[in-house]
């Protein structure tokens, strides 16, 4: 992908050289080559973020204990847990 950037980049910077003033030589550089390329990286970055994303989210979640972990068992929780284990053949 970055050899197509730096291709793009190439051919943008000759053709910026090539114009007739210094302003124009800039808006060439600035509308045909950065502002593009710098859509063209971000859209095509994208999937990464949301996969960079989706990976700090898991890490924080695994980091993070449970809500249902801090709670404390309610005597009726413990009376029946009990009465299953008790019934086993």
Not at 28 to 55: D, E, H, M, N, S
Not at 68 to 76: T, V
Request: no cysteine; glycine share 4%.
């Amino acid at each position: 992908m970055y050899i197509v950037v730096i291709a793009w980049l190439y051919v943008v910077i000759l053709m910026a050289i090539l114009e007739k003033s210094f302003v124009g030589g800039l808006m060439t550089l600035t509308f045909y080559g950065l502002l593009p390329l710098a859509i063209l990286l971000y859209l095509t970055g994208t999937p990464k973020r949301w996969k960079r994303k989706k990976q700090a989210e898991a890490i924080q979640a695994a980091e993070t204990p449970s809500a249902l972990a801090d709670q404390p068992m309610r005597q009726s929780d413990r009376t029946d847990t009990h009465q299953n284990q008790t019934d086993l053949p």
